[in-house]
């Protein structure tokens, strides 16, 4: 009797269709391993199909994602495979929308210890990429909803999605999402960036009034919103919040949002702070460029301008971040 085929059996058999990805036997291969029960499969075969963006295995695709959500938990730890099937149907343009509707509204509650949790945040992610990717005209609804998700890398990745559909319309929701607030900064900082993506100007007034605002939390994500966003303005107005701050913390943060900007002039200003500033400010911009230390021309220039400080303690602080 021939032996039966283990999972680690039939995952390097898919792996070695690489091999030969436009062989005839290859199509029906996926196809098959598309109709196993096992999520491992499925999530591989997945993945190869859209690899090699094979558009004529959609409907396989979606009847695996069908039977999947249809079925209880145990059927797809995880999501794994839905979540596969989601985003290789967004590579070969499928263009199947009700896949994506049911995946973006979908929670899969699993036990852990002490209760239960829902691991189906990452398949709504990648069903609202699917329909913002078809011009789907609910996917400015389906990412308000988002943005109101119990789960914040949800929440986050909203606020990013929004960003990639690049339109200005999606402004207001990202600017009603700050308002409320949100426990995780992370969230306040992603939706602040997509709004100076979208929108720079009226968004710049936006963060310029939420730095000022009473909230130190959401002063320091509009610090880093403004540096992710490497706007050529950007150095001009954090220049301005730094020169009226007077707490240390906020003022490092700064510095390192300038350093984010990754603009010449501001490599030079943060350089000459470390050459001509007192020991702490000197220190901070030595931080500040230490997202720099594996740029030999910048390490040069920050050793070189630790070593000119009056400070002798200024070059052994600077030559433990840069070597």
Aim: proline share 4%; with cysteine.
């Amino acid at each position: 009797m021939a032996k039966r085929p283990t999972l680690e059996d039939r995952l390097a058999e898919l792996e070695a269709l690489r091999a030969q990805p436009d062989a005839g036997a290859t199509a029906v291969s996926l196809r098959h391993a598309l109709g196993l029960k096992n999520s491992f499969i499925v999530a591989r075969a997945a993945v190869l199909v859209g690899e090699f963006e094979l558009r004529e295995l959609s409907d396989a695709m979606v009847s695996a994602f069908n039977r999947l959500i249809n079925t209880g938990y145990e059927a797809d730890k995880g999501c794994r495979a839905k979540t596969a099937v989601v985003d290789a149907l967004q590579n070969v343009n499928a263009g199947e929308d009700r896949v994506f509707l049911r995946g973006v509204s979908h929670v899969q509650m699993e036990p852990v210890y002490g209760g239960r949790v829902d691991t189906a945040g990452g398949l709504r992610n990648a069903s609202a990429i699917g329909l913002v990717r078809m011009n789907h005209p609910h996917s400015l609804l389906v990412l308000a909803d988002l943005l109101a998700d119990p789960i914040p890398s949800v929440r986050t990745d909203a606020a990013r999605t929004l960003a990639f559909r690049g339109a200005a319309d999606g402004v207001p929701l990202l600017r009603m999402r700050v308002r409320v607030g949100d426990e995780d900064p992370n969230v306040l900082t992603e939706c602040l960036f997509a709004m100076l993506q979208l929108d720079a100007g009226p968004s710049l007034e936006f963060v310029d009034k939420v730095f000022n605002g009473p909230d130190p939390a959401l002063a320091e994500s509009a610090v880093l919103a403004l540096g992710q966003s490497r706007l050529p303005e950007g150095f001009d107005k954090l220049t301005h919040w730094l020169n009226q701050s007077k707490d240390r913390d906020q003022r490092k943060t700064l510095l390192l949002a300038m350093a984010m900007l990754r603009q010449d002039t501001v490599t030079a200003y943060l350089v000459a702070k470390i050459e001509q500033g007192r020991y702490d400010d000197a220190c901070d911009a030595v931080d500040a460029l230490g997202i720099y230390r594996h740029d030999e021309a910048v390490c040069g220039r920050v050793l070189e301008a630790a070593q000119s400080n009056e400070d002798d303690d200024l070059l052994p602080y600077a030559r433990n971040i840069f070597q």
